[in-house]
């Protein structure tokens, strides 16, 4: 009898130590699956247009499988054009034909290429990430490249501008704004006047120069660089636009 019992209590200590040392296998020690290198040449076929293969897409060299978006990513949905292929730029850009579908980033913005980033950070969170294309952001030995490093560099850039012009501009509070079909466009300030401002880190961010509404208090409006509205009195607390 007790031969049984002691039997018994064995087997489910072994069952209990196998359990164990599969459940920490699996959450500490298991290998990581190989990352495939892709050349461009083996990408495209990953477009969507083999039913017996899987739907990959890479962005900034980091290629993902896509293929639970079929009805999107596969043939005849509306972003196959990014399937078999690093169309990096066209993530931002809106083109998706011919010259737009290219992983070139040169000419972007640092707010731009923080976009990219953003979407290929996207994909690590929602897709499967299988591996690296080989070519502008990857080597032959899956390392990164030069071009990588800088964009990853100009993105972190765009966001410590885009940080820097938002405390700038907490500094000044922005004009309330309304708009309808019937009347138009006004600004105006519950304290201050309007004035339009340049926004000086724009050109980095956007590579372009725009301007805001800001107010100001009376003793402020001697300031350069304040700009009143067509039409609009010095002193007035609302502006048509």
Not at 88 to 115: E, H, I, P, W
Not at 120 to 126: A, C, L, P, Q
């Amino acid at each position: 009898m007790a031969a049984k019992i002691y039997g018994a209590f064995y087997s489910v200590g072994i069952a209990v130590l196998v359990t164990l040392i599969a459940f920490l296998y699996t959450f500490y020690f298991k290998p990581k699956p190989q990352q495939r290198l892709f050349s461009a040449e083996e990408l495209v076929l990953y477009n969507g247009t083999d039913e017996g293969l899987p739907i990959l897409l890479g962005i900034l060299g980091s290629v993902f499988d896509v293929t639970k978006g079929k009805s999107h990513y596969g043939k005849g949905g509306g972003y196959n054009h990014f399937a078999g292929r690093d169309a990096s730029r066209a993530f931002v850009s809106g083109n998706f034909t011919g010259d737009g579908l290219t992983d070139s980033l040169r000419d972007l913005s640092s707010t731009q290429v923080k976009s990219v980033v953003e979407w290929r950070d996207f994909y690590f969170r929602s897709y499967t990430f299988v591996g690296k294309l080989v070519g502008r952001y990857y080597d032959i030995q899956g390392n990164p490249t030069k071009y990588l490093k800088g964009a990853e560099a100009k993105a972190a850039r765009g966001t410590q501008l885009l940080e820097k012009q938002k405390n700038e501009e907490d500094k000044l509070p922005n004009c309330n704004s309304r708009w309808s079909q019937n009347e138009g466009g006004e600004v105006w300030c519950d304290d201050g006047y309007p004035r339009l401002i340049q926004r000086p880190l724009e050109i980095a961010l956007t590579g372009k120069m725009s301007k805001r509404c800001a107010c100001f208090k009376e003793d402020q409006l001697d300031q350069p660089g304040l700009e009143v509205y067509e039409g609009c009195d010095y002193l007035a607390n609302t502006c048509r636009v």
